[in-house]
C-alpha cells in the first residue's frame, strides 16, 4: 500500500515557475514508477511524465524542455519542476503509482494523490 499527498500548487502567471512535491508513505517512493497526471475542466486526464524505479524519466511532448521530475529517495518524494509556464497548464496535477513499469494510462495506477490545482493566468 502507497499513500500519496501532492502539494505545491497555487496561481501563477504565464512564464513563471512551480515545483509540485508528492510525498509517498507506506513505500519507498524508489519501488514504484512515479507519474503526474493532470486534468483540466472538462478534460480527460493527461499524462505529464513519469520517473521510473531505476530514476529513468520520461515526458509528454507538451512539457518537454519545461518540466523536470526528480526524486529525493531520503524524503520518499517526487517533484515535478514546472517552468516556462503556459495557460494550457492550468489543471489539477495528481501523482500516481505502479509498482511495475511506468504507463502512461492513468487506468494503469492503482495509487493515487488528492491533487493540486495549479492555474496559469495569461
Known amino acids: 500500500q502507497v499513500q500519496l499527498v501532492e502539494s505545491g500548487g497555487g496561481l501563477v502567471q504565464a512564464g513563471g515557475s512551480l515545483r509540485l512535491s508528492c510525498v509517498a508513505s507506506?513505500?519507498?517512493?524508489?519501488?514504484?514508477?512515479t507519474a503526474w497526471f493532470r486534468q483540466a475542466p472538462v478534460k480527460e486526464r493527461e499524462f505529464v511524465g513519469a520517473?521510473?524505479?531505476?530514476?529513468?524519466?520520461t515526458y509528454a511532448d507538451s512539457v518537454k524542455g519545461r518540466f523536470t521530475i526528480s526524486r529525493d529517495n531520503a524524503k520518499n518524494t517526487v517533484y515535478l519542476q514546472m517552468n516556462s509556464l503556459k495557460p494550457e497548464d492550468t489543471g489539477v496535477y495528481y501523482c500516481?503509482?505502479?509498482?511495475?513499469?511506468?504507463?502512461?494510462?492513468?487506468?494503469?495506477?492503482?495509487?493515487w494523490g488528492q491533487g493540486t490545482q495549479v492555474t496559469v493566468s495569461s
Open positions: 507506506g513505500r519507498a517512493a524508489s519501488e514504484y514508477a
Open positions: 500516481a503509482a505502479r509498482a511495475l513499469a511506468y504507463s502512461s494510462s492513468h487506468e494503469d495506477y492503482g495509487y
Open positions: 520517473i521510473m524505479w531505476s530514476g529513468g524519466r
